[in-house]
């Protein structure tokens, strides 16, 4: 009788936590858990579980590639009691290593998801053009010198289409290769160093990357705009360029509906 009580007692009522973390993906196969390496994604799990006592899944807004940073990647949680964000913060920051930073712990609608709930994702890509012992890491080196005028001119080019096969990476399982992009341009920052910021409602495996390595195809002179538009017609990832170095790219902003959370 008390066995039959106890199984028609309603189960707890999980609650939806959206964590805020950055990262410098340089010793980490990616975001997303990988059979032989460590991933952000992985080790995140485990300071959430040791921490919670629990096995502890985590869903992140996205997958980066391995070397890749972020300055803020967004991931959820559901734990099926109250938790204090400035506690959980502390706690995984101390259990987190000095490269995996948590900047924030907030309660979100249960039905709230960090991937499928993303109105936009940002994307910054670095490069300088003279040798800096302290941006090798962190910025992709150029010899050659590019034209970012006519790079610009043909990054404005990407707003004129949606389906971005050129770019992503061949045999992935997504269902369409459309994208919105909201924003796209080269900008200096300083003395020989330039960053193009990229902004889409969703982007497909490794096309920040290919975008960026047939930019600079544009900038050396050995691609035209016409060509570059060609090259989004084509549908073929061969006509795009080379994917450039994935140490210089950083996932910087994930945008949501503010109706998220509570």
């Not at 921490?51 to 807004?61: H, K, N, P």
């Not at 590639?65 to 506690?87: I, K, N, P």
């Not at 005028?149 to 043909?154: D, F």
């Not at 017609?233 to 140490?247: D, Y």
Request: glycine share 6%; hydrophobic share 35%; with cysteine.
């Amino acid at each position: 009788m008390i066995i039959e009580q106890l199984s028609k007692q309603p189960e707890k009522e999980k609650k939806r936590v959206r964590l805020t973390v950055a990262y410098d993906g340089t010793n980490y196969h990616g975001w997303q858990i990988q059979p032989n390496g460590a991933s952000v994604q992985e080790t995140l799990m485990k300071a959430l579980s040791t921490f919670l006592r629990r096995e502890i899944e985590v869903v992140g807004a996205g997958r980066t590639d391995a070397g890749v940073h972020a300055r803020l990647m967004v991931a959820h949680f559901d734990f099926d009691t109250e938790l204090d964000g400035e506690v959980v913060t502390d706690k995984l920051n101390r259990l987190l290593p000095p490269d995996i930073a948590v900047y924030g712990v907030r309660r979100v609608k249960p039905e709230a998801h960090a991937r499928f709930d993303a109105t936009s994702r940002t994307y910054k890509y670095y490069i300088h053009t003279r040798k800096d012992p302290f941006r090798r890491g962190y910025s992709w080196r150029i010899f050659q010198p590019l034209d970012f005028e006519r790079m610009n001119e043909a990054a404005q080019t990407l707003f004129d289409y949606t389906d971005f096969t050129s770019f992503s990476k061949l045999h992935t399982d997504v269902k369409t290769n459309n994208c919105r992009i909201m924003l796209a341009r080269w900008e200096q920052t300083g003395d020989g160093e330039w960053v193009f910021t990229i902004r889409a409602d969703r982007f497909l495996r490794n096309m920040v990357r290919a975008v960026v390595g047939t930019l600079v195809e544009v900038g050396r002179g050995k691609l035209t705009v016409d060509g570059f538009r060609r090259v989004i017609e084509e549908k073929n990832r061969c006509s795009a360029g080379t994917s450039v170095p994935g140490h210089a790219l950083y996932l910087t902003d994930v945008s949501y509906p503010d109706d998220l959370f509570l």
